[in-house]
């Protein structure tokens, strides 16, 4: 994340350090309703994980620590208590050393309550407070159906001098061998995949279950058709019948069938850009692990080509010294003194590593490539079919609400789908900025779910990714680069008071020279004096800006399409 005092037209957008829950319509106050809006495709995956897990069908109470609710996880679970029904009783906790010792008595013999009624317990941390915990976890008693523990984790995890959001598992992973036995450990990645882990989870009556989702990107999108599905617990449902009625296996292989190079890591975004790199290059497989604990010895070998000769296993440690568990888990497994294997070899990614091949995805597709033994281009992530568009504002602009009229607008629409992202940067601007990442695809593209933040990078080496840009607050030119993001050719729309005169007169030369370098068709708005001139009323005048945009968003981007009938 860049400093406060690095200001100027090379200003980078930079991930902000907090995260909050997308307003959806009625969302706080009608939990019993969420089935409904969940179909819309307006409500995050991430949403419908609280709604699972706090269902007093699932858990008897809900303990949400202080990490998990400043990532955006876990206020919607304390509203819907407030407003009654079906919601579990809430505690709040703060995270300290032997953070997990409150849960281990509520659980235990004797005196507690919760163990004498049998309960489900959740409880909702990020990684580093799960790292406090786990020595505390080894004091659980086992899981039985009507007793057992369930750890919802976000994975988010402010890193660096700036505390840029990272997804790294970083501060968990080296805490993994303190882990006990009898519990289950899921890693999940897309949306879907978040919401149909989360139900198993209470599924799994044998086992106490921590399930780590991507919090950072992909279950924070909207525009994901998806329900929360009906829980119903399942005593003597194992693990692997689990995720085979869910869809899913304990390790996933893509790439080719006759790999020499494989590599293995976990599930999560860097997984996800993974597999589409391996879909593109050929002589590379890629092995996603799914559930961390147990660990299936057997189920590694057989998804693993019998023509793998070097496996790189990427461990995701808090330094370059951390021996990483993953490394160990697959060289005990594929150790064999009586038959030659693989090179089994580690790849240390410490968390500014993780950061970097998040906010530069190519970076990452040459770091895998470059994994081959022969030399290769750097493959390309790009989807076909897809359209990208970027808004820029501010959080107190009174446009800020507009992408998300763009992405209903296009919810609504038969042949299309519409997927959103919002990201905040607290610290390049006083205020704070805010982009918008919107991806529009045909409805029924086959197309492997790549997450917005790998398809919409946002970084300052940005060679034009999207195919429309919006900067909706004009003084965000002169303190970031912004036309760097848009394609050559594509529109770009600024909403403001300036001429165009006076426009040109504020950006800076290299700006000018890069809007003319990429051809980009530069349109100025001035909605606040069209909406005057519509309305007298300021408070009508504010949603007519937004319509005014909307509408010149729609006749810029759709051009000969947008006819007055279209819209």
Request: aromatic residues 6%.
């Amino acid at each position: 994340m860049v400093s406060p005092a690095h200001s100027g037209a090379s200003t980078p957008f930079s991930t902000t350090t907090t995260l909050s829950a997308p307003p959806t319509p009625k969302l706080k106050a009608a939990a019993n309703d969420l089935q409904r809006i969940a179909e819309s495709g307006a409500i995050t995956a991430s949403t419908l994980v609280e709604y699972i897990a706090s269902r007093s069908s699932s858990s008897s109470s809900v303990f949400v620590y202080d990490l998990a609710e400043q990532a955006g996880f876990g206020t919607l679970t304390k509203s819907w208590a407030e407003a009654g029904g079906e919601t579990s009783t809430v505690v709040n906790l703060q995270t300290r050393a032997g953070a997990g010792l409150s849960l281990v008595g509520r659980l235990s013999q004797g005196s507690s309550k919760d163990a004498a009624k049998s309960a489900v317990l959740t409880a909702y941390t990020t990684p580093s407070g799960l790292a406090a915990m786990v020595q505390s976890l080894s004091f659980l008693p086992p899981a039985t159906p009507t007793t057992r523990l369930v750890i919802q984790v976000p994975t988010i995890t402010p890193v660096g001098e700036h505390f840029a959001l990272s997804p790294t598992l970083a501060p968990f992973t080296p805490t993994l061998t303190l882990l006990p036995e009898g519990f289950t450990v899921l890693v999940s990645a897309t949306p879907q995949e978040t919401v149909d882990l989360a139900a198993l989870a209470y599924k799994l009556t044998n086992t106490h279950v921590i399930h780590l989702f991507d919090h950072h990107g992909s279950t924070r999108e909207t525009g994901h058709v998806t329900t929360p599905p009906i829980v119903v617990p399942e005593p003597g449902l194992t693990l692997e019948d689990g995720l085979k009625a869910a869809g899913y296996t304990t390790f996933e292989y893509a790439g080719s069938q006759d790999a020499e190079t494989v590599v293995v890591l976990l599930n999560g975004p860097l997984a996800l850009a993974a597999k589409a790199v391996a879909s593109r290059v050929s002589g590379l497989g890629v092995v996603v692990v799914r559930a961390l604990r147990p660990w299936n010895e057997g189920a590694l070998r057989s998804v693993l080509p019998a023509s793998a000769k070097r496996i790189h296993v990427l461990d995701e440690v808090p330094t370059e010294i951390t021996q990483g568990a993953l490394y160990l888990d697959i060289f005990s497994s594929l150790l064999n003194p009586l038959k030659p294997g693989p090179i089994v070899k580690p790849l240390r990614i410490v968390p500014a590593r993780t950061q970097e091949f998040v906010s530069n995805p190519t970076a990452f597709a040459s770091f895998i490539a470059g994994l081959l033994p022969s030399p290769l281009s750097v493959p390309s992530l790009d989807v076909p079919n897809l359209k990208k568009l970027l808004f820029f504002s501010t959080p107190d602009s009174s446009l800020s609400s507009l992408p998300r009229l763009v992405e209903a607008t296009f919810l609504a629409h038969k042949s299309l789908t519409s997927r959103l992202l919002t990201d905040h940067d607290v610290f390049s601007k006083p205020g704070g900025v805010t982009v918008d990442r919107i991806a529009l695809s045909p409805k029924g593209d086959i197309a492997p779910y790549v997450p917005l933040s790998s398809i919409l990078p946002i970084s300052s080496q940005s060679s034009g990714v999207a195919n429309f840009v919006a900067i909706l607050d004009p003084s965000l030119l002169t303190s970031h680069e912004l036309l760097s993001h848009a394609t050559p050719g594509s529109p770009v729309l600024i909403v403001t008071d300036w001429t165009p005169d006076e426009l040109a007169t504020t950006l800076q030369k290299e700006t000018i020279a890069l809007a003319q370098e990429r051809n980009l068709r530069l349109c100025t708005l001035d909605a606040k004096k069209l909406a005057a001139e519509l309305a007298e009323n300021k408070h009508i005048q504010k949603s007519l800006e937004n319509a005014v945009v909307l509408v010149a968003f729609l006749r810029l981007y759709l051009g000969a399409a947008a006819t007055d009938d279209a819209l």
